[in-house]
């Protein structure tokens, strides 16, 4: 079972930068596609940004532009540059490993979650 840890999470102000970092333990890191989701309140988990093994990312439209998926895989480690952030910017944020190499935006594609990290954007 690969284990994944998230951190970088804060409180920020809007229109300042957060990198989240999602550490994932295992061989296997390379091959597979990894998603960042995140889930407010009262809302349903949405994922942000997800990165194939080859490199291909895809983003949710309120976040591109914004936000940058990338993959470290010599350091098993995926990182979401989040910049301009906006008040609706807050949630957990959930680093995800996919079943597959390619990118899916439907959370059950994913089969091994981190904890969740807290941002919140003040405004």
């Known amino acids: 079972q690969v284990q994944l840890v998230e951190s970088g999470g804060g409180l920020v102000q809007a229109g300042g930068s957060l990198r989240l970092s999602c550490a994932a333990s295992?061989?296997?890191?390379?091959?597979?596609?990894m998603g960042w989701f995140r889930q407010a309140p009262g809302k349903q988990r949405e994922l942000v940004a997800a990165?194939?093994?080859?490199?291909?990312?895809r983003y949710a439209d309120s976040v591109k532009g914004r936000f940058t998926i990338s993959r470290d895989n010599a350091k098993n480690t995926v990182y979401l540059q989040m910049n301009s952030l906006k008040p609706e910017d807050t949630a957990v944020y959930y680093c995800?490993?996919?079943?597959?190499?390619?990118?899916?935006?439907?959370?059950?594609?994913?089969?091994?979650w981190g904890q969740g990290t807290q941002v919140t954007v003040s405004s």
């Open positions: 295992g061989r296997t890191f390379s091959i597979y596609g």
């Open positions: 990165i194939s093994s080859g490199g291909s990312t």
């Open positions: 995800a490993k996919g079943l597959y190499t390619y990118i899916s935006p439907r959370p059950s594609d994913y089969s091994s």
